[in-house]
Structures are given as C-alpha cells and as structure tokens.
C-alpha cells in the first residue's frame, strides 16, 4: 500500500475503524464463513496483509481510560489520542495547518477584529496557545487569524470544561 498525502505530509495507511468492525463481524460469523469458506479466507488472508501494512489488528489498543472516562469524553465530543492528548476537531486542525505556514498576521489588526466581537485579544491568544500546546502542536498561536484564533479560544474553554468534570 502506498502512503496517501494528507496536507503536503505523507501519512501511513490506515483501514477505518468501521471497517475492521466490518471484517470482524464477517469473520467471526461462523455461519457466513461456514457458507462461503473461499470468500472467508480471502477475506482473512487480505485483512492480514492489510494489517501487516498498517501495523493494525482487530484488536484496537487501549487507550488507558475507564469506561466512565470514555462515555464523558464522548458526551463532551472531545478525542483522546493514544498519547492521552485531545485531538482538535478536524475542521479546526485544518484551518490551523492552512494559516501555520504563512505568514504571521499583524497582531493590532488581530486584535482590533478580536475586540469587535467582544473578545480580548490577550487572553484569546494565551487561550489558543494552551490549546496548541495541549495537542502537541508545534504552531504558535500568533500565527493565526482573528477567527481561527476565536475558535481555539472556544476550544479552550470547552476543553477546561470537560477536564473538571471529568471523571478520575
């Protein structure tokens, strides 16, 4: 398989996770298998060289939390990486790495944009950048635009939000 390019950076192949539930429940179907014994094993024999490639298998890792930890993260809609790190949504990690590699915009003209939604520029920037560094993100949160900025800062507050209630 060949890596796919996701915004100028090649990443490894993955198989969905809706598909691995897919091929499990085929395979672990001892009546399907039973009435299409050819179909299983090529079946089994691609998904094995599938998981080969990507280092996947049916059994996904654990991640380390409880069930009650799993059930409020999802609640909140916040993504736990493997590393124990929140994962930003993608809309939001997608208009970051587009703004990341220009150049950075003029911080009063931020500011001003900022302010005329009520926002204060100060704490809105200090708010996106616990957010980047929590997500392990190299960008600096002056490099960003009045509203990507106000996304991150919204972020921030709904994240601290859903580490209070967290269950230990």
């Known amino acids: 398989m060949q890596d796919a390019e996701i915004l100028n950076q090649a990443a ?3 198989i969905s996770d809706d598909g691995i539930a897919f091929y499990r429940s085929l395979l672990n179907n001892a009546g399907w298998v039973e009435a299409n014994p050819n179909e299983a094993a090529a079946l089994r024999q691609s998904v094995d060289q599938a998981f080969a490639a990507t280092g996947q298998s049916f059994d996904p ?6 069930a009650a930890q799993q059930l409020h993260d999802r609640r909140y809609g916040v ?44 704490s809105t920037l200090a708010a996106a950048q616990i957010v980047l560094d929590e997500v392990g993100s190299a960008v ?23 580490k209070a209630e967290r269950p230990k």
């Open 12 to 14: 490894p192949p993955k």
């Open 61 to 66: 890792p654990s991640d380390g939390r409880s």
């Open 140 to 162: 600096k949160a002056t490099a960003l635009s009045a509203p990507v900025l106000a996304q991150c800062g919204v972020w921030a507050g709904h994240l601290a939000r859903a």
């Open 79 to 122: 993504t736990i990486t493997q590393a124990g790190k929140p994962e930003l949504r993608e809309h939001l990690q997608t208009a970051i790495d587009r703004e990341a590699g220009g150049q950075a915009p003029d911080s009063g003209e931020i500011a001003t944009q900022l302010e005329a939604v009520g926002l204060d520029y100060k």
